[in-house]
């Protein structure tokens, strides 16, 4: 079975990332961070790929194969930020997360039947999801560093601000984009555009909770006291992602499959 390779794939890229952040600290030059970095990327990669050819659809369906979408995911963005803007602490943060999710995955990879339900054989479902996911990286590593900048100097950590604003803007689009694709796939799979769904109404409240961090910062108030917004809204998040399933109401939500 195809999961029960996972670990091999898991510990090689693991390997490569965590070597990649040390090599970061120990080297000025990003040659062999960059390739240490991508071959680590390319292996997990060819984990996923492996495991949609072997499906036969995206692995998207399972709370186990979205992990393994934002386990790379986060590891990328931290990756990315690290070549734009030189954060080394951000691209070590996203790898330990990233650890995190792998293990839970190795843990506990709630595999299911590879087979698609009708609803979920529509051409929204790889871009719903998608976007969704990377929305989730981007909102990780913003709350990663909102959290620095709440511990630490906030004249030290000052620069913070404008990352976590570009990542927060970004990744709000993605989360509305994703809310937008999900209302027409609804329109299309059961015939109305918003049911006030567990999983729709938490999209709903976290996506509201991150406007409100974007309206206050058009205003002049304690940084650090905004700061907080972002773990909260979060913590939100991610209920909306794996915490609307354990909820009452989730035994005749539409999003459990």
Excluded: C
Excluded at 13 to 18: E, G, R
Aim: net charge positive; glycine share 6%.
């Amino acid at each position: 079975m195809i999961w029960s390779e996972f670990i091999y794939f898991a510990v090689i890229s693991l390997f490569f990332w965590v070597s990649a952040v040390a090599a970061i600290y120990l080297s000025k030059k990003k040659t062999l961070p960059n390739i240490m970095f991508l071959t680590g990327v390319f292996v997990f990669s060819l984990f996923i790929a492996r495991l949609w050819l072997t499906n036969g659809h995206p692995p998207l369906r399972t709370m186990g194969e979205t992990r393994l979408w934002y386990s790379l995911f986060i590891v990328v963005i931290g990756y990315i930020t690290w070549l734009r803007w030189n954060y080394k602490w951000l691209m070590g943060y996203s790898t330990l997360v990233s650890a995190v999710f792998i293990i839970i995955n190795l843990l506990k990879p709630e595999i299911h039947s590879a087979g698609l339900m009708p609803a979920l054989q529509s051409p929204w479902f790889v871009p719903h999801v998608t976007v969704y996911i990377l929305s989730y990286a981007m909102m990780g590593a913003a709350t990663i560093a909102s959290i620095i900048f709440i511990a630490g100097n906030g004249e030290k950590h000052k620069d913070l601000i404008g990352l976590v604003d570009n990542l927060v803007r970004i990744g709000l689009g993605f989360l509305l984009m994703g809310m937008l694709m999900g209302a027409l796939w609804a329109k299309e799979a059961w015939g109305d555009y918003w049911t006030w769904d567990p999983k729709e109404v938490w999209a709903f409240i976290t996506a509201a909770t991150y406007l409100v961090y974007i309206h206050l910062r058009r205003i002049t108030i304690n940084l650090k006291l905004l700061m907080w917004i972002i773990p909260v809204a979060f913590l939100l998040l991610m209920i909306a992602w794996l915490g609307v399933s354990y909820l009452p109401s989730a035994v005749n939500s539409i999003h459990t499959y």
